[in-house]
């Protein structure tokens, strides 16, 4: 039951695997419906998606516990997921973000700001960030899901942050974390994947070929893209037009 903010959720988990105890297996299940552990893990920073996960395993190691030692199976019931909205993070929102994080004491937390920003050049999801390589020409193979790839042409900016995150690394949870507190800060409500819609927007606002948008996102489904396309352009207007660029010439090739 020792439960430290340096190994958080994985000791649950841990101690799940190793049990030999019928009484503690029954204990556990029995607790309080779990709150007591999504609370802990909402306080580690875990959102719905993450949380339901380590439910469904828990659950069922704790179930073929349950069948070996004759004790009641766990019976937590799964969160309910909100449908979130897609949104844009617009310029002087991220401008907000990104100095509170570029001002921070800590040094290898400023060089975070690189990672956002690299986010918001090419659509990538938090992992896939360290799960690319640079390869020729600037080409950068990215390995999505279900070890899908794509190809992706960084601009120029894109590469000098993308080079940046290679001598700093950290946890896709780290990060959300950083970016979280950094818009508490500044009293913006948005998400670290808020980063990917904003890159889908602007490549809508730049009358991209959906199905290339397809691409760049590395999208299976073009249902999953089309929700892009139910937004007016006339929205996105200020993202062509800001000073800062935003809209790139990133290009994607399909293996």
């Known amino acids: 039951?020792?439960?430290?903010?340096?190994?958080?959720?994985?000791?649950?988990?841990?101690?799940?695997?190793?049990?030999s105890s019928c009484?503690?297996?029954s204990n556990f299940s029995k607790a309080d419906g779990g709150g007591m552990y999504i609370r802990d893990l909402n306080k580690w920073g875990y959102g719905t998606v993450s949380t339901n996960q380590r439910i469904v395993l828990l659950r069922a190691v704790m179930s073929w516990t349950a069948d070996r030692y004759e004790v009641q199976p766990i019976k937590w019931?799964?969160?309910?997921?909100?449908?979130?909205?897609?949104?844009?993070?617009y310029p002087h929102e991220f401008d907000k973000i990104i100095e509170v994080i570029e001002n921070r004491r800590y040094g290898q937390s400023r060089m975070m700001a690189h990672h956002f920003k690299f986010y918001r050049l090419t659509g990538l999801r938090r992992a896939e960030l360290?799960?690319?390589e640079l390869r020729k020409n600037n080409f950068l193979r990215v390995y999505g899901k279900g070890g899908r790839e794509r190809?992706?042409?960084?601009?120029?900016?894109?590469?000098?942050?993308y080079q940046i995150t290679r001598e700093c690394r950290f946890t896709p949870h780290g990060l959300s974390q950083?970016?979280?507190?950094?818009?508490?800060?500044?009293?913006?409500?948005?998400?670290?994947?808020d980063l990917r819609h904003t890159f889908a927007f602007t490549q809508i606002a730049k009358d991209v070929n959906p199905y290339v948008l397809q691409g760049l996102m590395g999208h299976s489904n073009f249902k999953t893209t089309e929700r892009y396309l139910k937004y007016d352009k006339n929205m996105f207007v200020d993202l062509v037009n800001n000073d800062e660029k935003l809209i790139t010439s990133n290009e994607t090739f399909l293996s």
């Open 130 to 132: 360290y799960s690319c």
């Open 151 to 161: 190809f992706i042409k960084l601009s120029d900016e894109a590469l000098y942050h």
């Open 77 to 89: 019931t799964l969160l309910k997921q909100e449908k979130h909205i897609p949104r844009f993070v």
């Open 1 to 19: 039951k020792n439960r430290s903010k340096k190994n958080g959720a994985g000791l649950y988990s841990k101690a799940a695997l190793t049990v």
């Open 178 to 193: 950083s970016w979280g507190k950094a818009c508490k800060e500044v009293g913006i409500k948005a998400r670290l994947h």
């Open 23 to 25: 009484t503690f297996t």
